[in-house]
């Protein structure tokens, strides 16, 4: 398992990785990141590790930069997860497309805010690639987020970092189920949705049972 003793995973993102964690499920949501903390937590208890949730829903990478100092730089994270990037893709879709970020500003900023982290910080970093529920890969949300999550994975090889393929977890899936069975909107995931999430998570992070 990649995490050592005592060190500090932040995961910062939308709504997937916020789940409620600023309301009804505080502090750490009732998704994906409760559920990696809660496996962690109980398979090695003996690390002391620190999970924070720094996830807000409806957020972009121009959001992730407003507050990139307060929630990233000052936590001091010894491990940072990154999963951002679909509200980017879709609002090209929902007749908002002021609120959307082209995929080469999508880049740009979030090499900056990577950069910025690795260099204040020397944190390690885990990027979530941004996905779809939606098997048609002509699909076009589909086919925009396929190059959403290339860049994702791009900026992975060039930071060194731990790449969680969301998108591959949800494709072996889809010819046995429908993507209603993990969410209604093809997006925000019900709870076994997040714990496939979750199960890609462990996957990357090298987690033995």
């Known amino acids: 398992m990649l995490f050592q003793p005592k060190q500090k995973i932040v995961f910062i993102g939308d709504s997937i990785t916020d789940s409620d964690r600023q309301t009804t499920a505080a502090p750490y949501g009732n998704g994906y990141v409760s559920m990696v903390r809660n496996f962690l937590l109980a398979r090695y208890p ?8 720094k ?11 407003k507050r990139w100092e307060q929630d990233v730089i000052a936590e001091k994270p010894n491990w940072l ?5 679909i509200n980017d893709a879709w609002r090209h879709f929902e007749g908002n497309t002021g609120e959307a970020v082209p995929v080469e500003e999508y880049r ?4 900056r805010l990577l950069k910025r982290a690795k260099e204040a910080t020397g944190t390690r970093i885990i990027l979530a690639e941004p996905y779809i529920i939606e098997p048609n890969h002509n699909d076009p949300m589909r086919r ?7 860049t994702m994975s791009g900026l992975a090889q060039e930071f060194g970092a ?3 393929h969301t998108q591959a977890a ?12 993990w969410a209604a909107d093809r997006i925000h995931p019900n709870s076994p949705g997040h714990a496939l999430i979750a199960l890609a998570f462990l996957r990357a992070l090298e987690f033995a049972l």
């Open 46 to 53: 003996e690390r002391d590790l620190n999970v924070v949730n």
């Open 55 to 65: 996830g807000i829903g409806g957020n972009t990478v121009r959001d992730l930069e």
């Open 81 to 85: 997860s990154v999963c951002i990037g």
């Open 108 to 111: 740009t900023t979030l090499h």
């Open 144 to 150: 925009l987020m396929e190059v959403y999550a290339a």
């Open 162 to 164: 731990v790449v969680v």
């Open 170 to 181: 949800f494709d072996e899936t889809l010819s046995h189920v429908s993507s209603s069975y």
